[in-house]
């Protein structure tokens, strides 16, 4: 049986970066951008919670919310969408192979998302760069989800919209797939929604053998 492992934003989910530093700028003054802007971009913010180096709840307070709970859960279900091809292909395709998420992402988001989308129920295992504190494209966060799958590389299809990622997938063995939400150039195998993602694989029988 082969796996195929999912990218979360910009394949299950359609926005392939997310909304959340548009939506925490509406929801402060303009007084407040300068001070978010060092929070995001110079002490990298973002990035050490997806990093796993601080949870939601203390950058989203660092950030200045005051209920972060609450603006985690109003972003994720309202300025995130679900790709309604991903439910109709996993519905055809999860009991034929292993669906496996490797996300960039905060934890608690990342397992919110799942949970509210009602995702859960597809994959074997989410290794998400929170959790294992390590990120795409970085090789390490590709063998941590082997080990955790009991997989070859050449047992694991992996599809993400991030070229960068797809590269360092092929390198290790995987088969990559991009798919293509933003438009970029790959010369490798390239989907567009999960209707030409079905038609590749079931041209290719192959590669769920």
């Known amino acids: ?44 913010l973002f990035t050490k919670a997806g990093n796993g180096e601080i949870g939601s709840e203390e950058f989203m307070t660092l950030l200045g919310y005051e209920n972060p709970s609450y603006h985690m859960k109003n972003y994720i279900e309202n300025y995130l969408t679900l790709d309604e091809g991903f439910v109709n292909f996993a519905g055809k395709y999860a009991d034929r192979c292993d669906f496996v998420l490797l996300s960039n992402d905060i934890s608690e988001w990342s397992a919110y998302i799942t949970k509210y989308y009602k995702l859960d129920k597809y994959f074997k295992c989410k290794i998400v760069s929170g959790d294992v504190k390590c990120r795409k ?19 694991c299809i992996f599809i993400d919209n991030s070229v960068a990622n797809l590269e360092t997938s092929a390198e290790m063995g995987f088969l990559p797939i991009l798919f293509n939400r933003d438009n970029v150039a790959y010369s490798g195998v390239t989907v567009n929604n999960f209707d030409e993602l079905e038609k590749v694989i079931n041209e290719q029988r192959d590669l769920l053998i």
């Open 137 to 155: 494209p970085e090789k390490k966060i590709f063998t941590i989800a082997l080990e955790r799958m009991g997989k070859l590389p050449q047992e």
């Open 1 to 44: 049986m082969k796996t195929i492992v999912f990218d979360m934003y910009g394949v299950i989910l359609k926005e392939s970066k997310g909304n959340f530093i548009p939506y925490t700028f509406r929801h402060f003054d303009v007084c407040e951008h300068g001070r978010l802007i060092k929070l995001l971009k110079e002490d990298q």
